[in-house]
């Protein structure tokens, strides 16, 4: 079992930033792949960025070149560094990762005000 904690989250006005973390604990050995989801209000959840052990990346469209999503070396905390924040950027952002099938966190809120 691996556990997902969140956090980072907050309020921010348009053109800031804020980091996310996410800290995995319990088989952490078995976890590949790890990223960040986010879902706004009435919306499905969406794809912001993935990582892989190795360090590859991915990004949904609307946040290159502003957010970027980082692991640390022991492979057990994900972080998503997110400038320029628009609001409609504001959602709830879920920690994800992949460790033979999926684990979620339980969401942090990102509320960006214009």
């Known amino acids: 079992q691996v556990q997902l904690v969140e956090s980072g989250g907050g309020l921010v006005q348009a053109g800031g930033s804020l980091r996310l973390s996410c800290a995995a604990s319990?088989?952490?050995?078995?976890?590949?792949?790890m990223g960040w989801y986010r879902q706004a209000p009435g919306k499905q959840r969406e794809l912001v960025a993935t990582?892989?052990?190795?360090?590859?990346?991915v990004y949904t469209d609307s946040v290159k070149g502003r957010f970027t999503i980082s692991r640390d070396n022991a492979k057990t905390t994900v972080y998503l560094q997110m400038n320029s924040l628009k609001p409609e950027d504001t959602a709830s952002y879920y920690c994800?990762?992949?460790?033979?099938?999926?684990?979620w966190g339980q969401g942090t809120q990102v509320a960006v005000s214009s």
């Open positions: 990582i892989t052990r190795g360090g590859s990346t």
């Open positions: 994800w990762g992949w460790a033979g099938k999926n684990y």
């Open positions: 319990g088989s952490i050995f078995s976890i590949n792949d």
